[in-house]
C-alpha cells in the first residue's frame, strides 16, 4: 500500500512539471514544426489535407505567409569593381626579389644562346649524363667554284712560287724575213721556255718574269732567230706610306727588214737577222701623304746593235749606233675617288752614242723630255683604264737633223661585259731612233683591239687586231703596218693546253719596193705546272 501511494505521488509530480514546461516554451521558443499531422514547416491551424491533384497547391517557398522561407535563395548584391577595390590595386614587389629562373644543368635545350648571361650556378660543373650522346657533324661547306679552274697552280719554293712552261710548235711561214720581193715560205719549229716567280710575302714584294724561245725555219735558216724577255721588280716596304722600287730587265731580239732601225735607202735590203740586246735598270721611292703620292725614279739602260749584212754584200755597221739611254722620271698623284687617280707625269732623258757619228756621217746624240697627263680610272666594275695624253720633244747634237716633236696618247681601256668575254683597246707613242740618212728619229704610233671570249671553262678565242703608222721626222717616208691575230686555246687539264696561231700581216710604205705581205700558222702544245 505504501509503496502504491509512493508510485502515485511520483506520477503527479512528473505530470505537474510537464505543464510547467509546456507553459514555459509556448512563452519563449515556437512550437516544433512537427506537428501531430507529421508534417515539417506547418502549424496545426496551416495545416490542411492535400487536394487530389498536388499540382494545384501553391508550393511553400512562395508562400508570403511562410514564416521560415525554407528553400528560397536570398537576392545578393552585385560586387562592383571600382578604383578603390582591391582587385585592381598594384601587388607591392616582395621585399626580396626571386631569384631568376634558370633549367637544370642536363634539361634539353639548356644551352644558353651567344651573350645571354649565364645561370648563378653556371660555374658548378654539370653532372655527367646518365646517357650518352651520339655525336653530331655538321655537313661541310660547299666549296665555292674555282673562277680559274684550268689556271697553273705553279710550285712553292719557300715563300716563292714559281710557273714554269715549256711549250713546241710547228709551223709554216709564207714569209720569213718580211721581203718584198724573192719571198720563198718555209716550215719552222718553234720552242718557248719561261718561268714565273711572285713572292707570298706580307710585306715587300718581287715578281720576276723569264721568256726565252727560238725559231729554226728549215727551208729558210737565214731567217732563224732567238728571243729572250727578263725582268725582275723589287718593293721594298720602308714605312706604311714610304716604298722603294727596283727594277732590273734584259732583252735579246733580231732587227727585220722594214723596221724602223734598218731603214735602207735605195733597192738594198737587209739580208738575216742582226741581234740587238737590251738590258737596263730602274730604282725609285714612292711616298703617300694621305691621297696624294709623289713618285722619283731613275733609270739607265743600254743598246747594243750587232752589224747587219745588206743584199748587195756589204756591211751595215749597225755597232755605230750603240748607245745609252739615262733618264729621271718623276709622277704626281691624287686620288680623288678610289675609282679616279689623275696623275701628271714628267720625264727627263739623255742619249749619248758609243761613236761621234753613225754609218751615214750623223751624231745621233740627243736630249729629251717627255710630259703628260693622265687618269686610272674605273667608270663601272666592267670598265677600268688608265689613259694619259702628253707631247715630247727632242733635240739633236748634230744640227743637220731636225729635231722631233710631237703629240702623244698612251693607255688603255679595258671592257668586261661578261665573266666569259673581256675587250681592251690600247694605244701608244714612241720615238724610235732609226739610221735613215737624214731623218732624226721615226715616231711610231699604234692602236690595238683585242677581244677575248671563252665559249667554255677551258676553250677560249682571241682576236687581235693592230695599226702601226711610222713618220719619219726629215724624210718623207711613211710606213704603215697592219696585223691580225686569231689565238685559240684548249686545256686539257691544268698542265696541258693545246693552242693554235693564224696571223697575217701587210706592210706598206712610201719607199720603192718594200712592201711584203706574210702568214703565219702555228700548231703547239703547252706543258705548265
Given at each position: 500500500?505504501?509503496?502504491?501511494?509512493?508510485?502515485?505521488?511520483?506520477?503527479?509530480a512528473g505530470?505537474?512539471?510537464?505543464?510547467?514546461f509546456?507553459?514555459?516554451?509556448?512563452?519563449?521558443?515556437?512550437?516544433?514544426?512537427?506537428?501531430?499531422?507529421?508534417?515539417?514547416?506547418?502549424?496545426?491551424?496551416?495545416?490542411?489535407?492535400?487536394?487530389?491533384?498536388?499540382?494545384?497547391?501553391?508550393?511553400?517557398?512562395?508562400?508570403p505567409?511562410?514564416?521560415?522561407?525554407?528553400?528560397?535563395?536570398?537576392?545578393?548584391?552585385?560586387?562592383?569593381?571600382?578604383?578603390k577595390s582591391?582587385?585592381?590595386q598594384?601587388?607591392?614587389?616582395?621585399a626580396?626579389?626571386?631569384?631568376?629562373?634558370?633549367?637544370?644543368?642536363?634539361?634539353?635545350?639548356?644551352?644558353?644562346?651567344?651573350?645571354?648571361?649565364?645561370?648563378?650556378?653556371?660555374?658548378?660543373?654539370?653532372?655527367?649524363?646518365?646517357?650518352?650522346?651520339?655525336?653530331?657533324?655538321?655537313?661541310?661547306?660547299?666549296?665555292?667554284?674555282?673562277?680559274?679552274?684550268?689556271?697553273?697552280?705553279?710550285?712553292?719554293?719557300?715563300?716563292?712560287?714559281?710557273l714554269?712552261?715549256?711549250?713546241?710548235g710547228?709551223?709554216?711561214?709564207?714569209?720569213?724575213?718580211?721581203?718584198?720581193?724573192?719571198?720563198?715560205?718555209?716550215?719552222?719549229?718553234?720552242?718557248?721556255?719561261?718561268?714565273?716567280?711572285?713572292?707570298?710575302?706580307?710585306?715587300?714584294?718581287?715578281?720576276?718574269?723569264?721568256?726565252?724561245?727560238?725559231?729554226?725555219?728549215?727551208?729558210?735558216?737565214?731567217?732563224?732567230?732567238?728571243?729572250?724577255?727578263?725582268?725582275?721588280?723589287g718593293?721594298?716596304?720602308?714605312?706604311?706610306?714610304?716604298?722603294?722600287?727596283?727594277?732590273?730587265?734584259?732583252?735579246?731580239?733580231?732587227?727585220?727588214?722594214?723596221?724602223?732601225?734598218?731603214?735602207?735607202a735605195?733597192s738594198?735590203?737587209?739580208?738575216?737577222?742582226?741581234?740587238?740586246?737590251?738590258?737596263?735598270?730602274?730604282?725609285?721611292?714612292?711616298?703617300?701623304?694621305?691621297?696624294?703620292?709623289?713618285?722619283l725614279?731613275?733609270?739607265?739602260?743600254?743598246?747594243?746593235?750587232?752589224?747587219?749584212?745588206?743584199?748587195?754584200?756589204?756591211?751595215?755597221?749597225?755597232?755605230?749606233?750603240?748607245?745609252?739611254?739615262?733618264?729621271?722620271?718623276?709622277?704626281v698623284?691624287?686620288?680623288?675617288?678610289?675609282?679616279?687617280?689623275?696623275?701628271a707625269?714628267?720625264?727627263?732623258?739623255?742619249?749619248?752614242?758609243?761613236?761621234?757619228?753613225?754609218?751615214?756621217?750623223?751624231?745621233?746624240?740627243?736630249s729629251?723630255?717627255a710630259?703628260?697627263?693622265?687618269?686610272?680610272?674605273?667608270l663601272?666594275?666592267?670598265?677600268?683604264?688608265?689613259?694619259?695624253?702628253?707631247?715630247v720633244?727632242?733635240?739633236?747634237?748634230?744640227?743637220?737633223?731636225?729635231?722631233?716633236?710631237?703629240?702623244?696618247?698612251?693607255?688603255?681601256?679595258?671592257?668586261?661585259?661578261?665573266?666569259?668575254?673581256?675587250?681592251?683597246?690600247?694605244?701608244?707613242?714612241?720615238?724610235?731612233?732609226?739610221?735613215?740618212?737624214?731623218?732624226?728619229?721615226?715616231?711610231?704610233?699604234?692602236?690595238?683591239?683585242?677581244?677575248?671570249?671563252s665559249?667554255?671553262?677551258?676553250?677560249?678565242?682571241?682576236?687581235?687586231?693592230?695599226?702601226?703608222?711610222?713618220?719619219?721626222?726629215?724624210?718623207?717616208?711613211?710606213?704603215?703596218?697592219?696585223?691580225?691575230?686569231?689565238?685559240?686555246?684548249?686545256?686539257?687539264?691544268?698542265?696541258?693546253?693545246?693552242?693554235?696561231?693564224?696571223?697575217?700581216?701587210?706592210?706598206?710604205?712610201?719607199?720603192?719596193?718594200?712592201?711584203?705581205d706574210?702568214?703565219?700558222?702555228?700548231?703547239?702544245?703547252r706543258?705548265?705546272?
Amino acid at each position: 500500500m505504501k509503496s502504491l501511494t509512493l508510485m502515485l505521488g511520483f506520477t503527479m509530480a512528473g505530470a505537474a512539471i510537464s505543464d510547467g514546461f509546456a507553459q514555459t516554451a509556448d512563452l519563449s521558443i515556437p512550437q516544433d514544426p512537427r506537428s501531430a499531422d507529421g508534417l515539417r514547416g506547418t502549424t496545426a491551424a496551416q495545416a490542411q489535407p492535400l487536394p487530389d491533384d498536388a499540382g494545384e497547391a501553391a508550393p511553400a517557398a512562395d508562400n508570403p505567409d511562410n514564416p521560415i522561407n525554407y528553400a528560397r535563395p536570398r537576392p545578393k548584391k552585385p560586387k562592383l569593381f571600382t578604383p578603390k577595390s582591391p582587385l585592381l590595386q598594384p601587388v607591392p614587389p616582395p621585399a626580396t626579389p626571386l631569384p631568376p629562373l634558370a633549367p637544370y644543368a642536363t634539361a634539353p635545350g639548356s644551352k644558353l644562346r651567344k651573350g645571354a648571361p649565364p645561370p648563378p650556378d653556371a660555374a658548378a660543373p654539370p653532372p655527367p649524363p646518365a646517357v650518352a650522346a651520339v655525336p653530331f657533324n655538321k655537313p661541310p661547306l660547299k666549296p665555292k667554284p674555282d673562277d680559274q679552274p684550268f689556271a697553273p697552280l705553279g710550285i712553292d719554293a719557300g715563300s716563292l712560287r714559281l710557273l714554269p712552261f715549256v711549250e713546241l710548235g710547228m709551223g709554216y711561214d709564207t714569209n720569213p724575213n718580211r721581203q718584198s720581193s724573192e719571198v720563198k715560205g718555209s716550215l719552222y719549229g718553234r720552242v718557248d721556255a719561261g718561268l714565273d716567280v711572285n713572292s707570298q710575302w706580307e710585306n715587300h714584294s718581287f715578281t720576276a718574269t723569264l721568256r726565252g724561245g727560238y725559231s729554226d725555219y728549215f727551208d729558210y735558216h737565214a731567217a732563224d732567230r732567238p728571243d729572250l724577255q727578263t725582268k725582275a721588280d723589287g718593293r721594298i716596304d720602308v714605312t706604311r706610306d714610304t716604298q722603294i722600287d727596283l727594277e732590273g730587265r734584259f732583252t735579246l731580239d733580231t732587227l727585220q727588214p722594214g723596221s724602223q732601225q734598218l731603214a735602207v735607202a735605195g733597192s738594198s735590203y737587209i739580208v738575216g737577222r742582226p741581234l740587238i740586246e737590251t738590258f737596263g735598270a730602274t730604282a725609285g721611292v714612292t711616298q703617300r701623304f694621305d691621297r696624294l703620292s709623289v713618285r722619283l725614279r731613275g733609270s739607265f739602260d743600254r743598246f747594243d746593235y750587232q752589224d747587219a749584212n745588206l743584199s748587195n754584200g756589204s756591211i751595215q755597221r749597225l755597232s755605230l749606233n750603240n748607245y745609252n739611254d739615262a733618264a729621271v722620271n718623276s709622277r704626281v698623284s691624287y686620288e680623288l675617288t678610289p675609282g679616279l687617280i689623275p696623275y701628271a707625269d714628267l720625264t727627263v732623258d739623255q742619249r749619248l752614242y758609243d761613236s761621234p757619228v753613225d754609218s751615214s756621217g750623223y751624231d745621233r746624240s740627243s736630249s729629251g723630255i717627255a710630259g703628260k697627263l693622265g687618269s686610272t680610272f674605273e667608270l663601272t666594275r666592267i670598265v677600268t683604264g688608265d689613259l694619259a695624253g702628253g707631247y715630247v720633244e727632242r733635240h739633236y747634237t748634230d744640227g743637220r737633223l731636225s729635231n722631233a716633236q710631237g703629240p702623244t696618247l698612251d693607255g688603255s681601256i679595258n671592257w668586261v661585259p661578261s665573266e666569259l668575254t673581256k675587250l681592251t683597246l690600247s694605244t701608244g707613242t714612241d720615238f724610235v731612233e732609226t739610221t735613215l740618212p737624214g731623218a732624226s728619229a721615226a715616231i711610231s704610233r699604234r692602236v690595238s683591239l683585242q677581244a677575248a671570249h671563252s665559249f667554255f671553262r677551258n676553250f677560249t678565242l682571241t682576236g687581235i687586231g693592230t695599226y702601226q703608222v711610222n713618220n719619219y721626222q726629215g724624210q718623207p717616208v711613211t710606213e704603215h703596218l697592219y696585223t691580225g691575230s686569231l689565238v685559240a686555246e684548249y686545256s686539257l687539264t691544268r698542265e696541258i693546253v693545246l693552242r693554235g696561231t693564224y696571223r697575217h700581216e701587210r706592210f706598206e710604205t712610201t719607199q720603192v719596193s718594200s712592201n711584203y705581205d706574210a702568214d703565219v700558222f702555228l700548231l703547239g702544245v703547252r706543258l705548265q705546272r
